[in-house]
């Protein structure tokens, strides 16, 4: 029943919600006559707090609308390529109204982002994907929350999510696609391109994995201790729960986003509480420009999914407390996951010095099982006082990671180019219409 009360109390918090919203805009109408009284600015500041608190958020919109390209404004239209039941493939076109622009963007190269299914939405990559379209053809994953999928759609698991990987790589190409996860999603996409080496598929150019749990074992973390600390029958009479009524994929098995977000919070709650009380003084000073960078973070951040309880179960028993990934003891649908199969697939592991959700080595694992990946296609980084989102946002993921990603990108695309003589599927047409867009 805890979904169920959980939704009783929005239900019961959104009049108080809208009171309080209400109220702080009239307490802070420049001209009005509440505003003149004195405390109307800590009482506005403070009604703004509670409001935030309280209200429910939504999936953010990526709003990546044009990118910067040595300084001309290219326009970025977002397509859905594939839709699945759990996911959509998400690709950010870019436009350009000069023959000689349009070449050099067809030349990029494609990427695929996997960004992760653990709580959040894939916009929490947005600065990821901006970051990425100066120099390639970006994919994304956009996975759907679980409570909006009807139980009809049947269940999702972890050999889904490695099928769904599977699909968008030959959908988008092999050949030149190079594939960017993001944590949680190192796990099934090492074991996509693994079963797809084996089956004597075409694999991807180069592999770059960032902050992900292939070997928990190696330094865990206070997230790791908690997945091997109890036993699977914990995680799932205590955290799965059925989706209420009112979504429609009322009844499905599921873990709460709410509770993933509970969980987030607890792991450094003394800063998530000065960050507030320092957004109710931003707001009491007027400093606007920090009051706006507070909600920009807590947007993304309190905006949730669930997921389905047959993955997420999955992923705790599989990758954090039996490891049979880096045990060489996984199947997939039958078949066993064998890393050392990769060939010709260039390999790039990232991680960060102070990420405290991936520990060190867990990563860089990858290494001691891609045994077939040439030792000369082979690179390790790891960034010197960078937490687990700064590896992949922030200002060290642009100045200091992305260069670094984008050279290695580079690298094995000019590779594969020298390697064959065959035309590609992107060259341009040298009679495209002016606002022909770059894959």
């Excluded at 099982?369 to 700064?390: I, M, N, Q, S």
């Amino acid at each position: 029943m805890l979904y169920q009360m959980h939704e009783l109390g929005r239900a019961w918090m959104a009049p108080m919600t809208y009171w309080a919203e209400a109220s702080a805009k009239m307490f802070g109408a420049h001209g009005g006559w509440l505003s003149s009284l004195p405390g109307a600015a800590q009482a506005a500041a403070g009604y703004e707090l509670m409001y935030r608190i309280g209200k429910d958020y939504e999936k953010p919109e990526f709003g990546i609308h044009s990118i910067d390209i040595d300084g001309a404004a290219y326009p970025v239209v977002e397509r859905e390529m594939l839709r699945k039941p759990f996911c959509r493939l998400l690709r950010f076109k870019r436009y350009a109204d000069d023959a000689g622009n349009l070449r050099d963007l067809k030349d990029d190269p494609p990427v695929l982002v996997v960004a992760p299914l653990s709580g959040h939405h894939a916009t929490l990559l947005r600065d990821t994907v901006r970051t990425l379209l100066r120099d390639h053809k970006v994919y994304i994953t956009d996975w759907v929350d679980a409570r909006m999928v009807p139980t009809g759609d049947g269940e999702f698991s972890l050999d889904d999510y490695v099928a769904y990987i599977e699909e968008f790589i030959r959908h988008i190409g092999a050949k030149s696609l190079h594939v960017i996860s993001v944590c949680q999603p190192t796990v099934p996409v090492l074991a996509a391109v693994s079963l797809m080496a084996a089956r004597g598929e075409d694999t991807p150019r180069s592999l770059v994995m960032m902050g992900g749990p292939i070997d928990t074992r190696q330094n865990p973390t206070k997230v790791n201790d908690l997945a091997t600390d109890k036993p699977l029958s914990w995680f799932e009479n205590n955290l799965i729960h059925h989706v209420p009524v009112n979504y429609p994929g009322h009844g499905r098995r599921v873990y709460p986003g709410f509770l993933q977000h509970a969980g987030f919070v607890a792991m450094n709650p003394e800063r998530h509480f000065t960050s507030h009380w320092d957004y109710y003084q931003d707001l009491v000073k007027g400093d606007l420009d920090d009051a706006a960078a507070h909600r920009r973070f807590y947007d993304e951040y309190n905006a949730v999914l669930d997921m389905p309880a047959e993955y997420y179960l999955q992923t705790v028993r599989i990758v954090f407390q039996e490891h049979l990934l880096p045990r060489g003891l996984w199947d997939v649908r039958g078949e066993r996951v064998d890393p050392s199969r990769i060939h010709g697939t260039a390999l790039l592991t990232i991680e960060g010095e102070l990420d405290d959700i991936s520990g060190q080595g867990q990563t860089r694992a990858a290494h001691t099982l891609c045994t077939g990946v040439a030792e000369a296609d082979r690179e390790h980084l790891t960034v010197k006082g960078a937490g687990h989102y700064g590896i992949f946002s922030g200002r060290r993921w642009r100045t200091e990671v992305y260069p670094q990603v984008r050279d290695f990108i580079a690298r094995h695309a000019i590779a594969t180019e020298a390697a064959t003589d065959a035309p590609t599927t992107d060259a341009p047409a040298t009679d495209a219409p002016a606002s022909t867009s770059s894959p």
